[in-house]
């Protein structure tokens, strides 16, 4: 119940196109969902995130779609560049009872110039 | 502001030698962590607190342990160090209040022979 399940592991996109990247959660109790951009040898940083009020958010080039009955959400990167090249985490958090923040597994995606 | 940082950012250790990693935060957070980042298992939590002089378990805290003798520093310590405790390591902080964003150092990548 506590797992975030991340997909795909890997994925190759060309410059231009669409990323698409989706995770799966058990724990209706998460009401905090960000998503993590990491580059080599670089910790984590935060790059968009959403709550479970609202079904989209959009930053830029970056947009989460979450679907709440689903226990889904998935983060969009539209127009992908080279510079996006990293490995992505979603997560999943809750403010309720005991501390919990879990991460996916993550995604390392590579854009082809 | 520096943020998180992080020392050693490299160690290697023997089989059962001991070591201590340690955490620093410019900016005056509540709350600390210590994650491990393995290939294809993401980022799992350690242990962490929410104030000084204050810590709790996280998922994978066994063979570990830390102390939060000051606000702005978080100590991780490996008493008996294993191979299988061969991970990136990285602390992370967050204010009290908006707690849900987590500020990350650069990690520390330690291999144990």
């Known amino acids: 119940q506590q797992q975030v399940k991340q997909s795909p592991q890997s994925l190759i996109v060309q410059k231009g196109g669409i990323s698409i990247i989706n995770c799966a959660y058990e724990?209706?109790?998460?009401?905090?969902f960000p998503w993590y951009q990491q580059f080599p040898g670089k910790g984590p940083a935060l790059l968009i995130a959403?709550?479970?009020?609202?079904s989209e958010k959009k930053e830029g080039r970056f947009t989460i779609s979450f679907n709440k009955s689903a226990k889904q959400f998935s983060l969009h990167i539209m127009d992908s560049q080279p510079g996006d090249s990293a490995t992505y985490f979603c997560a999943a958090s809750t403010t309720a009872g005991t501390y919990k923040y879990i991460f996916g597994t993550g995604t390392r995606l590579k854009v082809l110039a | 502001n520096a943020g998180v940082t992080q020392t050693p950012k490299f160690r290697v250790l023997k089989t059962g030698q001991s070591m201590t990693l340690l955490c620093a935060q410019d900016?005056?957070?509540?709350?600390m962590y210590w994650y491990r980042q393995d290939p294809g298992m993401g980022l799992r939590l350690i242990h962490y607190?929410?104030?000084?002089?204050?810590?709790a378990k996280g998922e994978v805290p066994d063979g570990y342990n830390v102390s939060r003798l000051k606000k702005q520093n978080f100590l991780l310590g490996l008493e008996s160090a294993a191979p299988s405790q061969t991970s990136v390591y990285f602390c992370?902080?967050?204010?009290?209040?908006?707690?849900?964003?987590?500020?990350f150092g650069s990690g520390t990548q330690l291999s144990v022979l």
């Open positions: 959403i709550r479970p009020d609202v």
């Open positions: 900016m005056n957070h509540e709350y």
């Open positions: 992370a902080s967050s204010q009290q209040d908006i707690w849900e964003k987590l500020f």
């Open positions: 607190s929410v104030g000084e002089g204050t810590t």
């Open positions: 724990n209706t109790a998460f009401d905090y």
